[in-house]
């Protein structure tokens, strides 16, 4: 992971002195703005430019590099009030000689497999701030609503 702070300083993160990745939205012990990103994504791009702009500290997670686990997919899910199909870039899966499966709760975990196997599929961005407000950061608003959740 990159930690990047309000002045431009990034750092590189590995595993914890314990051997563990930092959890969403931490730094050991730093709560910060993370952002699920893939850098040749221009939507990307212009939230990572809206967190600078905001002046705030966030963590960029290359998740084409870095998979998400299930659990972490999970957890975006839960907080997004989504299900996996609806952050899919379904139009991609074919791209990469995936069949989809079924929209439907039999199907869920085929979805959450099929994420972590091939990340391409996971809309992005993906932003959550410190109070855990997560965010597809495709539009303006959506910028706006996670950064204005960070100042809290």
Not at 69 to 82: C, F, K, N, Q, Y
Request: charged share 25%; glycine share 8%.
């Amino acid at each position: 992971m990159i930690q990047v702070t309000a002045d431009g300083l990034r750092t590189v993160s590995g595993p914890s002195p314990d051997g563990h990745r930092a959890g969403r939205g931490c730094h050991y012990g730093a709560v910060v703005i993370e952002i699920w990103l893939n850098p040749a994504c221009s939507k990307c791009r212009t939230a990572e430019g809206e967190l600078r702009a905001a002046g705030v500290d966030y963590t960029v997670r290359r998740y084409l590099d870095e998979p998400p686990t299930v659990a972490e997919i999970e957890d975006v899910l839960t907080r997004l009030g989504l299900e996996p199909w609806d952050i899919a870039r379904t139009a991609d899966a074919s791209k990469l000689g995936i069949t989809l499966p079924i929209k439907d709760a039999a199907h869920r975990d085929r979805w959450l497999d099929l994420m972590v196997a091939h990340p391409k599929l996971i809309q992005r961005p993906i932003l959550t701030a410190s109070d855990g407000t997560t965010v597809v950061g495709r539009d303006p608003e959506s910028l706006a609503r996670v950064i204005a959740a960070d100042d809290m």
